[in-house]
């Protein structure tokens, strides 16, 4: 099984799931026959950065959920739609002007941990369907606030009138979508998300990343190691022998020089390479996440 990492480039228009199976009809007329699976779903309406895990790679996922993403995304005041982007039906308008000086005000002020409504048209599960799902069908239903991380909220400048290019830095789980009808609501008016390029996910950014086309000409060269997920990690050095008795689920004792903190998650290795992520007990090792 081929373990790795690719940093693709979404174009717009695209779904998530498409560039997958694009990405995985690729593979597979290379001889590339791995698990596959992306870190993060962008808008159909989105590009930009999505990092696609191929192997056991696919196992670092929940090691990604706290990741800072940045975003560069265009609002417009004035109109509301169902989707809360350009996609989705008008279903509110009105005469507000926004002036550059009132949105660096309101943004300004974003940061910290928030209470955040995602859009009706998400993946949000309702009783185990998409909300999506039942925004489409036009059945009335809530979803419940839930906190994301919002580090920052940066006007970079106007585009046309009403309408303005932001870069947002947050954690993962947030709606960009939601930011524009919140950053309305403090101006007194509406708003819509009318275009989102995420240009970095973590350690992966545009500038290095590649677009379905590049990929189909030389697939191997674009399979990035699974180490540049657990660059943050602290590392610990074991024998062969420890990551056994690891592997047969016994916790292992650390040296003096390895790290004391506990709760600590830990990459292990050993002579062959990462064998994993472990949590340190104390003076304890015992794994948690197997990468070999």
Same mark, same amino acid.
């Given at each position: 099984?081929?373990?790795?990492?690719?940093?693709?480039?979404?174009?717009?228009?695209?779904?998530?799931?498409?560039?997958?199976?694009?990405?995985?009809?690729?593979?597979?007329?290379?001889?590339?026959?791995?698990?596959?699976?992306?870190?993060?779903?962008? =808008?159909?309406?989105?590009?930009?950065?999505?990092?696609?895990?191929?192997?056991? $790679?696919?196992?670092? !996922?929940?090691?990604?959920?706290?990741?800072?993403?940045?975003?560069?995304?265009? !609002?417009?005041? +004035?109109?509301?739609?169902?989707?809360?982007?350009?996609?989705?039906?008008?279903?509110?308008?009105? =005469?507000?002007?926004? %002036?550059?000086?009132?949105?660096?005000?309101? &943004?300004?002020?974003?940061?910290?941990?928030?209470?955040?409504?995602?859009?009706?048209?998400?993946?949000?599960?309702?009783?185990?369907?998409?909300?999506? =799902? *039942?925004?489409?069908?036009?059945?009335?239903?809530?979803?419940?606030?839930?906190?994301?991380?919002?580090? %920052?909220?940066?006007? *970079?400048?106007? &585009? $046309?009138?009403?309408?303005?290019? *932001?870069?947002?830095? &947050?954690?993962? +789980?947030?709606?960009? #979508? %939601?930011?524009?009808?919140?950053?309305?609501?403090? *101006?007194?008016?509406? +708003?819509?998300?009318?275009?989102?390029?995420?240009?970095?996910?973590?350690? !992966?950014? /545009?500038?290095?990343?590649?677009?379905?086309?590049?990929? %189909?000409?030389?697939?191997?060269?674009?399979?990035?190691?699974?180490?540049?997920?657990? #660059?943050?990690?602290?590392?610990?050095?074991?024998? #062969?022998?420890?990551?056994?008795?690891?592997?047969? +689920?016994?916790?292992?004792?650390?040296?003096?020089? =390895? /790290?004391?903190?506990?709760?600590?998650?830990?990459?292990?290795?050993?002579?062959?390479? /990462?064998?994993?992520?472990?949590?340190?007990?104390?003076?304890?090792?015992?794994?948690?996440?197997?990468?070999?």
């Amino acid at each position: 099984m081929l373990n790795g990492v690719i940093n693709l480039n979404k174009s717009s228009e695209m779904s998530s799931n498409k560039a997958l199976c694009i990405l995985k009809k690729t593979l597979f007329q290379n001889n590339i026959i791995t698990k596959i699976g992306h870190f993060g779903t962008l =808008d159909p309406i989105a590009e930009g950065v999505l990092p696609v895990a191929l192997g056991r $790679a696919t196992r670092l !996922f929940d090691y990604t959920l706290d990741k800072i993403k940045i975003y560069r995304a265009t !609002f417009a005041f +004035g109109v509301e739609t169902d989707t809360l982007d350009r996609t989705g039906k008008v279903v509110r308008q009105d =005469d507000k002007t926004v %002036s550059e000086e009132e949105l660096v005000a309101v &943004c300004s002020r974003i940061g910290g941990y928030v209470l955040q409504t995602p859009p009706l048209y998400s993946a949000k599960s309702v009783g185990g369907v998409r909300a999506y =799902d *039942l925004a489409r069908k036009g059945l009335d239903f809530e979803l419940s606030p839930k906190k994301v991380y919002i580090e %920052s909220v940066k006007v *970079l400048s106007q &585009c $046309a009138p009403n309408e303005f290019e *932001l870069e947002i830095v &947050c954690g993962g +789980g947030t709606y960009i #979508r %939601s930011i524009a009808r919140d950053v309305a609501a403090e *101006l007194g008016t509406v +708003g819509i998300m009318t275009s989102l390029v995420r240009t970095a996910s973590g350690p !992966f950014t /545009i500038e290095n990343s590649v677009t379905l086309e590049e990929l %189909s000409e030389n697939p191997y060269s674009c399979i990035l190691p699974m180490d540049i997920f657990l #660059r943050d990690f602290p590392c610990v050095e074991v024998s #062969r022998q420890q990551t056994q008795r690891m592997l047969n +689920g016994l916790e292992i004792s650390l040296n003096e020089a =390895d /790290i004391k903190e506990k709760n600590v998650l830990v990459c292990v290795r050993d002579e062959d390479g /990462i064998a994993g992520i472990a949590v340190n007990n104390g003076n304890l090792l015992k794994m948690k996440t197997w990468l070999k």
